[in-house]
């Protein structure tokens, strides 16, 4: 692109065509005023700061501290805005942009966040040991009621059957579960009889609703445990212990269970048998009974308490079950079920009842269905497991009192406790609420001033400290129209500050590369940013945004080309535009949208260019419109009755359905021709604009005039034989250009003749012979006098100028460079020639000067000389430490001038130049050929466009007007709206998409590839506006993204079988691929329908 012109030699132009006029400036800050001319410069968003600590980590610079209680800080402000969307109370955003704070006042905020959060999590500790308190004391509610109900239904059923017996009145609560008494053996009995009548199997009568119930025992109530009734009943309780069920909302080893209550009775009453007969015996032979009545009950001689208070025969036995009550997730209880089957081997009892109301989980606080349980067993390893399975599915045990009476009592209190529970819960609800309303209305703008404070911190870290501790220095690039208001905001800012020194702004010259600044506003934003998505243009190399802004949307247009989709698309447009504010208020987060309506104005222009394009095609949803007399007759030998049609075709070649494509197609591709090449040649002009800018004058004579001239020998020429062909050869013969034109079957052929071009084909000329015939393939004649000379001299100037640009800049830089090497050599020599005379001139002053000097002074001594000389021998000191300080006036360094090859200052590579070089001559002289076949896509894309709507208004629409009466105004109707949403979606929005991307690579590779460079950088200010936009896109960004996250996880498994099928398809038609290919190489029957079936 040539050479970095200095700022102060820029040539003034307006900025629209190239970026803004940047400078390197120092600034000079006091300590105690550089937080608020920061400040300051921040809001006016002018100045892009440089780092004058890259070498230093982030974590030890000056102001690190600080940025670090700027991030707590906003931590505590995320968490207050967590708590505020949690209860879903709305935060006041009036948009308000309040200034940054002053740092004295960072620590008032600090109190206040730190109080706030405090306060805050305070409450919500003591809320959630509430919660989980009234959780855990609902649940053990829920545990005593539905206890009560069990052992109530269990001592109904154990006294029912023995009513009328003596000792029915003993007291509820002093009743064991299980009491064997060898003086009442009928206690015993009845105690057995109602548990198994409590456990009837198959019978849901008289059973809860969580029971498994065993088979009943025979006889009234009583239980016969004699002979080989007894033995049978046994037999049948194993079998149907061991074929239990393993499911349910109970099971137990029942016939185990049973079959171990019924061997306890037997050998009570073998034990009292053997009492009775032989009460002398001692307490040895009474211990062998109990070995021996152990040795039949198993394991549960550590629950079977014998007690030896008593000497005689009528000693009672006891049988002590214990039981374990809690709650446990309704949807873990199938598995807790089994493992405590499996675990314990069946020798507990287990009960089961859903509770119906919603509970809170005690832990995370969710809702979640729970069921109560109660879980019977024997022995401390029954109960060691126990604990440990309902603790591995987290189940929560409660204690469980043994009596009614307590468990009445406990109830009682628990009602009390969970009504004071729910007063002190609600107020501490309410109290929070208050808080977090409190907080609601200025949570905004508190993280509006903290991420301003701490962006104002990290700006400060890139500043360079001067060795007295006393200012800050820094550097800036800024725009050097906008120095005077730069000024002025550190002029604000130091007097906000108290400062008494003022702030000075120092412009540097510096032969860096600045970066590119290009001012937009709303509407001309969306082109830029069409530019700027290729490439940051080079500083100060033309804008093509203001071309763009004409010719991007006029070539949609040429390949959208209809009124009726245009205005569709303009009035769309329009309403963006007339509701920006409200919709810009709304934020809206949907990305398509934003979109839409972030080009709203570069739509707007593509629908009005497509309205008027469709004008010039004449179409309005693909039907002819006449706003004037058809003027174009069907005869192509009466071509005109009259002049032609007034503007764009004539509606009458709708009327020709044989050769109206072909009309259309002609008309579309030669002027699509034309408009490319017209655009390609008017990018070249403007890297002549470039060139001329940038002073390089190598670029403006071996590129800019080789390029014109290839391009004028070749495309150039093309599109005035297109023009000259529409203006000279109609449908009616006559004399053209000195040839007798028979008629349009010989209008010349231009892409035959531009082939016969570039190999010099010689050709006859003219259109009939001499006697008046017309010649075979007169159309592939010449068709002018001398063009057979003109085109073979264009063709040898466009091969003369590849060399040109391929060779001349390369020679020229290497003969500056050699030239440069030259005069450095000379002028060596002439330095070495004039240090020998100097060197000879110095031997006789060494000898005579010095004594005459002498002897002169000697004779003209006076008092001035004297004073003279000391005073020049004196030097003005002063302390650094003082009010004064030494001024010094250094030479001012010239800046070393470029070498002018465009490649930098340094020694010229001429390898790398003749490879950049071969590089672009190449990409230019081929670009030109395939970027001419490409704007040949503007004619594709309106055929196909206008085919579509053709499609769309014969197979649809259509038919509604072939229908009378009734049904063809209710098809007209219903098949409008189709045609009006297929319309929509596929012709405006899919076919709009297609045109978009094609115009958006036409203006990218076939115009800006001509003259714009693309290599700067982008001017990034420090902005408040900026930043705090950023944070805010990252805020929205965070909270879709955690909306999606389950939906993330399901597109992932979507993904991942769509790739296996794919996979697996491709393999498998690989596969199918290479055994047809081994079918056809061997020559057998081909395998073709394989491949066409395994798809």
């Not at 009328?164 to 060898?182: F, M």
């Not at 009596?403 to 107020?427: A, F, H, N, W, Y």
């Not at 672009?920 to 040949?936: D, K, V």
Request: glycine share 6%; hydrophobic share 45%; charged share 20%.
């Amino acid at each position: 692109m040539g050479d970095y012109v200095v700022p102060g030699e820029e040539p003034a132009e307006p900025g629209i065509y190239r970026s803004e006029k940047m400078c390197l400036a120092q600034l000079y800050l006091q300590s105690d005023a550089s937080y608020q001319c920061v400040a300051e410069l921040g809001e006016l968003g002018l100045v892009q700061f440089r780092d004058l600590n890259p070498d230093v980590s982030s974590f030890q610079r000056k102001y690190v501290n600080e940025v670090r209680r700027c991030d707590e800080m906003e931590r505590k402000l995320r968490f207050l805005e967590r708590e505020i969307k949690k209860d879903q109370i709305p935060m006041l955003d009036t948009g308000e942009n309040p200034d940054a704070p002053l740092p004295r006042e960072m620590i008032d905020l600090e109190a206040t966040f730190e109080k706030l959060e405090n306060e805050l999590r305070e409450v919500n500790r003591n809320e959630e040991t509430l919660k989980k308190n009234f959780s855990e004391l609902t649940e053990l509610k829920h545990i005593l009621r539905k206890t009560q109900t069990f052992f109530e239904e269990v001592e109904h059923d154990r006294w029912r059957p023995a009513e009328g017996v003596a000792d029915q009145t003993r007291p509820e609560d002093s009743q064991p579960l299980i009491d064997v008494d060898d003086e009442d053996n009928q206690g015993v009995s009845l105690a057995v009889a109602s548990f198994a009548s409590r456990l009837r199997l198959g019978r849901p009568e008289q059973a809860g609703s969580g029971d498994t119930i065993i088979p009943p025992a025979t006889g009234g109530g009583s239980l016969d445990l004699g002979g080989e009734e007894s033995l049978e009943l046994t037999q049948q309780l194993t079998q149907g212990g061991a074929g239990a069920p393993a499911g349910g909302t109970m099971f137990a080893n029942f016939g185990i269970l049973t079959l171990i209550l019924l061997k306890t009775v037997a050998c009570v009453k073998k034990t009292n048998m053997m009492l009775t007969r032989d009460a002398a015996i001692n307490s040895s032979k009474h211990e062998d009974l109990i070995a021996e009545s152990a040795s039949v009950t198993g394991p549960l001689d550590d629950e079977l308490d014998i007690s030896h208070s008593q000497p005689d025969a009528h000693m009672p036995l006891k049988l002590q079950l214990r039981f374990v009550a809690g709650v446990i997730q309704r949807e873990r209880l199938p598995a807790f079920e089994r493992l405590l089957w499996r675990a314990c081997r069946g020798n507990v009892f287990l009960r089961t009842s859903e509770i119906d109301d919603v509970l809170n989980d005690t832990v995370t606080g969710e809702p979640v269905n729970k069921t109560v349980f109660i879980i019977f067993f024997q022995g401390e390893q029954l109960k060691t497991k126990v604990k440990k399975i309902c603790e591995g599915f987290r189940a929560t045990l409660y204690p469980c009192p043994d009596t009614p009476q307590e468990r009445r009592e406990m109830s009682i209190g628990v009602m009390t406790r969970i009504e004071d529970l729910k007063t002190v819960l609600g107020q501490t609800q309410d109290h929070r609420h208050r808080v977090l309303v409190a907080a609601s209305k200025n949570v905004r703008m508190w993280l509006t001033k903290v991420r301003k404070i701490k962006s104002i911190y990290h700006t400060l870290n890139l500043f360079n400290i001067d060795v007295t501790q006393k200012c800050l220095i820094a550097e800036v690039w800024c725009p050097v129209d906008e120095l005077d208001r730069i000024k002025m905001a550190l002029k604000r800012g130091t007097e906000e500050s108290g400062s008494q020194v003022p702030s000075i702004l120092n412009r540097m010259e510096s032969a860096e590369a600045p970066p590119t600044y290009n001012k937009t506003n709303k509407f001309t934003r969306g082109f830029q940013n069409i530019v700027d998505a290729y490439g940051i243009a080079t500083y100060r190399e033309i804008n093509p945004a203001p071309y763009t802004m004409v010719s991007f949307p006029f070539l949609f247009a040429v390949m959208f080309g209809d009124m009726g989709h245009g205005v569709i698309m303009f009035l769309a447009a329009l309403f963006f535009i007339l509701k920006e504010k409200q919709l810009e208020a709304a934020r809206i987060k949907d990305e398509i949208f934003q979109t839409f309506f972030g080009g709203r104005y570069v739509i707007v222009l593509m629908g009005l260019f497509s309205i008027y394009t469709g004008f010039i095609y004449n179409d309005i949803f693909l039907q002819e419109f006449q706003y004037a007399e058809k003027r174009l007759m069907l005869i192509p030998e009466l071509a005109f009755d009259g002049s032609p049609y007034p503007i764009g075709v004539d509606p009458a070649w709708n009327l020709a359905e044989a050769n109206k494509l072909s009309f259309l197609n002609s008309m579309k591709m030669k002027m699509s021709v034309i408009l490319g090449i017209t655009q390609m040649t008017f990018g070249l002009l403007l890297s002549y604009k470039n060139h001329k800018y940038f002073k390089s004058d190598l670029d403006i004579k071996f590129m800019f005039i080789p390029q014109m001239i290839f391009l004028s020998s070749i495309f150039i020429y093309l599109c005035l034989q297109i023009v000259a062909k529409w203006l000279f050869f109609t449908a009616e013969g006559g004399t053209v250009l000195g040839y007798t034109y028979p008629g349009s079957s010989c209008a010349p052929s231009l892409l035959v003749g531009l082939i016969n071009m570039f190999m010099i084909k010689s050709r006859a000329g003219g259109f009939v012979a001499e006697d008046g015939s017309t010649l075979d393939l007169c159309y592939l004649n010449l068709w002018y006098p001398g063009q057979s000379f003109f085109e073979t001299v264009f063709v040898l100037l466009a091969l003369a100028c590849l060399p040109v640009m391929l060779f001349a800049k390369p020679y020229m830089l290497w003969k500056e460079e050699k030239q440069r090497r030259e005069v450095g050599h000379r002028q060596l020599g002439i330095i070495e020639m004039i240090l020998v005379i100097l060197a000879v001139v110095q031997v006789p002053i060494m000898l005579f000067a010095k004594p005459f000097f002498v002897m002169r002074r000697a004779k003209h001594q006076t008092a001035y000389s004297t004073l003279h000389n000391e005073f020049d021998r004196e030097s003005v000191r002063a302390d650094m430490n003082g009010d004064d300080a030494e001024v010094v006036h250094a030479p001012i360094q010239a800046k070393p001038e470029g070498h002018g090859h465009g490649h930098g200052d340094g020694p010229l590579e001429m390898g790398d130049v003749m490879v950049y070089q071969a590089i672009h001559t190449i990409e230019f002289a081929l670009g030109c050929i395939s970027h001419t076949a490409s704007y040949l896509r503007l004619w594709a894309l309106s055929l196909a466009h206008a085919q579509l709507s053709d499609v769309l208004w014969t197979m649809v629409f259509r038919h509604a007007f072939t229908m009378d009466g009734y049904s063809g105004a209710i098809a007209t109707y219903l098949l409008f709206f189709v045609f009006g949403f297929l319309s929509v979606f596929i012709l405006v929005l899919m076919e709009g998409l297609s045109a978009f991307l094609h115009a958006l690579r036409l203006h990218w590779v076939e115009f800006q590839s001509k003259f714009y460079g693309g290599q700067g950088y982008e001017f990034l200010p420090f902005s408040f506006e900026k930043i705090l936009a950023e944070e805010r896109a990252a805020e929205e960004r965070a909270e879709e993204i955690a909306s999606l996250q389950p939906f993330n996880q399901l597109f992932v498994i979507i993904r991942m079988k769509v790739s296996c099928v794919v996979f697996v398809n491709s393999v498998v038609f690989f596969v199918l691929l290479h055994v047809d290919v081994r079918l056809q190489r061997l020559g057998g029957a081909s395998s073709s329908y394989l491949i066409i079936d395994s798809p």
